[in-house]
Nanobody
Framework: QVQLAESGGGLVQAGGSLRLSCAAS????????MGWFRQNPGKEREFVAV????????FYRDSVKGRFTISRDNAKATVYLQMNSLKPEDTAVYYC?????????????????WGQGTQVTVSS
């Protein structure tokens, strides 16, 4: 069983930056692929980024490429999402998720464990 806890959300003006963190406990962190998703009320939870267990492979949704960076510190069992040049449309609750199986996926049903989420609000 893996527990995930996000932090770092908040209110920021458009063009600003935030760094989200997700601390994991209860499992072998390096064996999990880690993803970030986001969700707004009434909408489906959507993929943002994913990183391999070693950190050498990453994938992003098109709308955040060049602005967001996912990274991980396996010694600290923590995954990060650095978000730069934020836009109002990035406003959402951001969730981290862990996948124990093989492969990097963007589908949320491929992930085994989820955090409680952290709110990110970008004002225009």
């Amino acid at each position: 069983q893996v527990q995930l806890a996000e932090s770092g959300g908040g209110l920021v003006q458009a063009g600003g930056s935030l760094r989200l963190s997700c601390a994991a406990s209860g499992g072998s962190f390096t064996s999990y692929k880690m993803g970030w998703f986001r969700q707004n009320p009434g909408k489906e939870r959507e993929f943002v980024a994913v990183i391999s267990g070693s950190g050498d492979s990453t994938f992003y949704r098109d709308s955040v490429k060049g602005r967001f960076t996912i990274s991980r510190d396996n010694a600290k069992a923590t995954v990060y999402l650095q978000m730069n040049s934020l836009k109002p449309e990035d406003t959402a609750v951001y969730y981290c998720a862990a996948r124990g199986g093989v492969g990097l996926y963007f589908q949320r049903n491929k992930y085994d464990y989820w955090g409680q989420g952290t709110q990110v609000t970008v004002s225009s």
